[in-house]
């Protein structure tokens, strides 16, 4: 008697969520949006390298599976990842599909070969801070007892007395987690995410500390930042830019 597969209700909806993902110019359109700002569908369609209709169709299948939101000013449609879930879910199948230890695909120019190394010394992911600066923030505020991660991420009573003397206000009340790992793609560790993630993030890029390097993800500190790292979180600017923090 032949065996049968028992109907498990959320399979239908797992499946179509990676469908979702398994088409290459989705996935770009998604990666892109990593950098946690809305883009108009023209700017996706050219980062893609693909027409504007076929954008337009996969945008729709994007935006009706929940992974964007778009909104509408004048003529113009803007997409951006529906929330910090989505863009946790992309960086971390991002993460996993990047094989550790293995070959990765050879750069093809000079152009992304730059662009690679500058991902990987700092960058947005979503609206945190990630690669080499994302970690040696992380690991500073660990070592100095602003953040703990040994039973997951949690900010001390210390690292919030930190935020509070930075002058960056944390919103304790949203239903968001305050702290939370994120797996780091190029580093292959967690970094800080999270609202504290967020909130710090946008302190480093409003208050000067970081800026961004062209229209992508990639950000870098600004001499200001160095100084200011080394300050707050005693960093060495040299370990930012050798990988093994040496």
């Known amino acids: 008697m032949a065996r049968t597969t028992p109907h498990i209700p959320s399979a239908p909806?797992?499946?179509?969520?990676a469908a979702l993902l398994a088409d290459?110019?989705?996935?770009a359109f998604c990666l892109a949006l990593?950098?946690?700002?809305?883009?108009?569908?023209?700017?996706?369609?050219?980062?893609?390298?693909v027409a504007a209709s076929t954008a337009s169709e996969h945008l729709g299948k994007l935006v009706a599976g929940g992974l964007l939101a778009e909104e509408r000013q004048g003529r113009h449609r803007y997409?951006?990842?529906a929330g910090p879930r989505a863009a946790q879910l992309v960086e971390?199948?991002?993460?996993?599909?990047?094989?550790h230890g293995g070959p990765e695909a050879a750069p093809r120019s000079l152009r992304e070969v730059s662009a690679g190394r500058a991902l990987a010394r700092g960058r947005t992911c979503y609206d945190h801070l990630a690669g080499r600066l994302g970690?040696?923030?992380?690991?500073?505020?660990?070592?100095?007892?602003?953040?703990?991660?040994?039973?997951?991420?949690?900010?001390?009573g210390e690292g919030l007395e930190w935020f509070g003397a930075l002058g960056v206000a944390l919103d304790t009340a949203s239903?968001?987690?305050?702290?939370?790992?994120?797996?780091?793609?190029?580093?292959r560790r967690p970094h800080l995410a999270g609202g504290a993630g967020a909130a710090l993030c946008r302190h480093t890029l409003d208050a000067g500390w970081c800026e961004r390097i062209g229209t992508g993800r990639a950000v870098r500190p600004t001499a200001l930042g160095l100084?200011?790292?080394?300050?707050?979180?005693?960093?060495?600017?040299?370990?930012?830019d050798a990988p093994d923090g040496s």
């Open 24 to 27: 290459e110019t989705r996935a």
């Open 135 to 156: 970690i040696r923030i992380t690991d500073a505020m660990t070592e100095r007892g602003l953040l703990r991660q040994d039973t997951g991420f949690a900010l001390t």
């Open 227 to 240: 100084r200011s790292l080394r300050a707050h979180l005693g960093i060495d600017p040299a370990s930012l």
């Open 34 to 49: 990593l950098d946690g700002r809305a883009w108009t569908a023209g700017e996706l369609a050219r980062g893609a390298g």
């Open 13 to 17: 909806r797992l499946a179509a969520l």
């Open 79 to 81: 997409l951006r990842l």
């Open 175 to 187: 239903r968001r987690p305050l702290a939370r790992a994120c797996l780091d793609w190029t580093e």
């Open 92 to 99: 971390e199948l991002a993460a996993y599909a990047v094989p």
